[in-house]
Each structure stands twice: as C-alpha cells, then as structure tokens.
C-alpha cells in the first residue's frame, strides 16, 4: 500500500506533529526536535485526533509512535503550562470573589473545589483528549524511544502495548520537581509495573530508569542499538499488522481494563489541576524560566 498521508478533518499532519498511514500501519512522528519534542496543546490535539481515529478506521491496524531528533520527548511544554496557570489563577481569584459576594448574603458558601471553574480550564484542553484516547484504543500500539522521554513522554508509554528503547534512553518522571502530579493513570498503571517503591522514587525523586531497567522492570520489550531502533520497531508494527485483526484488538481489550483508567485520570487531573494553581507550581515556572534552583520552603 503506498504511504497515505491524513488528510481528512481533524486529522491532518501538522508541522510538529506527523501522521501518516503505510501498509496499515498509522505513524505518529513527534516532530519538533529542536524543542527536544516538547508538546503543545496543538499537538496534544494532532495526536488525539490520530489515536481516535486508529480505532474507527479499518484501514488501521496499528499504531506506531516515535519521534525525530535526539530525544523522544522533554514532555509538556512549560511556557505553555505557565500561560495555564496564570489563567487558572485568574479564575480561581474570580471564583473566590464571587463566593465572598454570596457569603456576604447568605449563611454559607461552599469553596471551590477541583470540580470548579479551574479545573474546567484544564479539562478543555487537548493533552487529556488525548490522555483519553490513549486509555481507550483498542488498537494495538508499539513505541520506539530514543534520548530521554520526560514525563507524559515517559506515562503515555504505560499506554503502547509494544515499546523498543534505544541503547541509552532514559525514562523520567520529574512531576513532583515541577511541584504537580502525575498523570495518564500512571499512579495506577506504574506501581503495578514497577511495584510501589520504585514508582514512587521515579515520581518523588525523578529517578531515571535506565533502558534496560525498564526491560527488566516490565516498561519496556527490548532494548536495541539507536542505529537498528525505528527499522526494529516497524519489523513489530508489520508483524502486529499482518496478524487478525480482530483477534488482536479482542486480545488487547482482555489483558486492559479501559474502563477503569477513565475515572483514574479524572482524578489526576483535578489534583493536577490545583497543583498548577498553587504557588509551587509558579515558582517551579518561575525557576524553570529564571535557570535557577526552586526555593519551596515558604510553602507548606
């Protein structure tokens, strides 16, 4: 089958991010090396779009998830988390004011809880449209990792059913540095990999997890030379594409429990989101912005 780049609506390949459909495999090619593939909210948009419609195309098979430059993904773009923030500040101090207004009047007001307008803020955007259809598809979906995968780089692999490091990577989960929480369900999904105390010294301490302690651990299938790392992974794609499909897709709905991971990122997001709100948050921006070590000590 010749190489069919997606052009329907809602599902064309943008600059940063690349989708294209070959021999029934779907390619999502993280595309903005020079940012170290950091992701935007439109990116996270390309990339929701491409994963919904590898479940409601025939056409597609599998999907393959890789990245051009030296590093799979430095995870969220944080000049566009510190514009989040400062707008979920703003709301959260509109909140606030409507509520002295109604205590003014009335007996009692109940506060603004994750559930509230800020936690509306974040629920619009794309990385959890994305988060979702991640959790969901049912096609199978092999990743091919090089550098560092910070992150959501690193959480969205819980997601890939078949996953190649190249010699090397490292998997990083720096959300508690970030003064955040993690996300993707990977407070469920990475503990039950990994076992709890592992996980917790990948998210409180960002403990990298070297390539082939990944393979060791469960995260990942096999570790590969960069050189042999996206031939290696299409060899898998191909392999998992000429195999039924729909025995494949039965398969994989077995061993995962999707419904389960829905309410789980539910509820990362509205502690995520009360995390970026807080004044952790905005220093670890600000120090992020400032190339400077964070000061978290005036805050509880």
Known sequence: MAQEPMHQAGHESTQDVVVELQDAVLTITLNRPAKKNALTDAMYGTLADAIGRADSDAAVRVVLLRAEGDLFSAGNDLADFSRLAEQIAGSTADQANTELAVAATTESAEPAGPSGPASGI????????????????????????????????????????????????????????????????????????????????????????????????????????????????RQVAAALAAKPAGSLTATKRLMRDAEALGPVIDREVAVFTERLAGPEAREAFAAFAERRSPDFSPFS
């Not at 490292?170 to 959300?175: A, E, G, K, R, S």
């Not at 301490?205 to 290696?232: M, S």
């Open 122 to 233: 974040t629920g619009q955007m794309n990385v959890w449209r994305f988060l979702h259809a991640l959790a969901a598809c049912t096609t199978p979906i092999v990743a091919a990792v090089q550098g560092k995968a910070v992150g959501v780089g690193t959480t969205m692999l819980l997601h890939a059913d078949y996953v190649v490091l190249a010699e090397g990577a490292q998997l990083i989960t720096p959300f508690v540095d970030l003064a955040l929480v993690p996300e993707a369900a990977s407070t469920l999904l990475l503990p039950q990999r990994i076992g709890h105390v592992r996980a917790f010294a990948m998210f409180a301490l960002a403990e990298p997890l070297a390539a082939e302690d990944a393979v060791a651990t469960g995260l990942a299938n096999r570790v590969v030379p960069a050189e042999a790392l996206q031939d290696t992974a």
